[in-house]
C-alpha cells in the first residue's frame, strides 16, 4: 500500500501561471482534502471532497479549484498562480467525514511550491 | 470559532529528558482532540487522540490528557530520543465541514 500520493514533490512557478497537483490514495476512502501549510499558520483547509462526484469549499478556497476525478484521485488547480500562493500543499484521505466521530485522515508526503 | 494555541517552538532537548508541549483550545461543542507528527519531508501522523473529557492518549511513550476545565491537550513523555525530532501539532474535531482546527506547530529537537 502506498497510502496518499503526491506529484509533484517541488515545483516553482512564475506569477500568472498556471498548474495542477496530483494526489491519489489506495484505500479506498471515500474523502479527500487539501491542505496547505505555512509557517506560523499550522494547517488550513483549501477544499474537501467528502464523496466522489462532490466537493466543498474549506477555510482558504481563493485562487484554487479542485476536481474529484474518481475515487482515488483528488487534484487541485492554480489557475494564476501568485506569491501568496507560495506554500506546502498537503493532501489527506479519511475513510468518511463523519460527524459523530472522528475518522483519521492519512496525510501525502507534501508538494513544496514555490511562486517568483 | 475554533482554534488552537500552542507553545512557540523551538524545543531544544538532550536525550532522555523529559518533554512537556503545551495545547490549549476554543471550540463550540465537544471536539475530540489530537496530536499530530511530522517528520523531516514527510506528511502528518496521527500521534494520538482523544474523544472526551478526561480520556489520555498514548502512543510511543507520548501521553496526553484532555481536560475540559482548562481547555488542555497537554503532550508529555518521559524520556524522548533523538528519534523524536520532528513538528508537533495540536489539532481539534467538531464534525463541522470536515474540519481539523491546526494549531501552528512545534518542533522539538533532541541533541545526545
Known amino acids: 500500500n502506498a497510502g496518499v500520493t503526491q506529484t509533484p514533490k517541488f515545483q516553482v512557478l512564475k506569477t500568472g501561471q498556471s498548474m495542477t497537483l496530483q494526489c491519489a490514495q489506495d484505500?479506498?476512502?471515500?474523502?479527500m482534502y487539501w491542505y496547505r501549510q505555512d509557517p506560523g499558520m499550522g494547517l488550513r483547509l483549501i477544499y474537501y471532497?467528502?464523496?466522489?462526484?462532490?466537493?466543498d469549499k474549506g477555510e482558504v478556497p481563493n485562487g484554487y479549484n479542485v476536481s474529484r476525478l474518481n475515487k482515488r484521485e483528488f487534484s487541485l488547480r492554480l489557475e494564476s498562480a501568485a506569491p501568496s500562493q507560495t506554500s506546502v500543499y498537503f493532501c489527506?484521505?479519511?475513510?468518511?467525514?463523519?460527524?459523530?466521530?472522528?475518522?483519521?485522515?492519512?496525510f501525502g508526503p507534501g508538494t513544496r511550491l514555490t511562486v517568483l | 470559532g475554533n482554534s488552537v494555541t500552542q507553545m512557540e517552538g523551538p524545543v531544544t532537548l538532550s536525550e532522555e529528558a523529559f518533554l512537556t508541549i503545551n495545547c490549549t483550545y476554543t471550540?463550540?461543542?465537544?471536539?475530540?482532540l489530537f496530536w499530530y507528527v511530522q517528520y523531516p519531508g514527510e506528511g502528518l501522523q496521527l500521534l494520538l487522540k482523544?474523544?472526551?473529557?478526561?480520556d489520555k492518549g498514548s502512543n510511543k511513550g507520548f501521553e496526553a490528557t484532555y481536560r475540559k476545565e482548562t481547555t488542555s491537550f497537554h503532550l508529555e513523555k518521559g524520556s524522548v530520543q533523538v528519534s523524536d525530532s520532528a513538528v508537533y501539532f495540536c489539532?481539534?474535531?467538531?464534525?463541522?465541514?470536515?474540519?481539523?482546527?491546526f494549531g501552528t506547530g512545534t518542533r522539538l529537537q533532541v541533541t545526545l
Open positions: 489527506a484521505s479519511s475513510a468518511s467525514t463523519g460527524v459523530s466521530s472522528y475518522n483519521e485522515q492519512f
Open positions: 484505500m479506498n476512502h471515500n474523502s
Open positions: 471532497s467528502a464523496s466522489e462526484g462532490t466537493t
Open positions: 471550540a463550540t461543542g465537544y471536539p475530540s
Open positions: 482523544a474523544t472526551k473529557a478526561d
Open positions: 489539532a481539534l474535531y467538531t464534525g463541522t465541514a470536515s474540519k481539523l482546527t
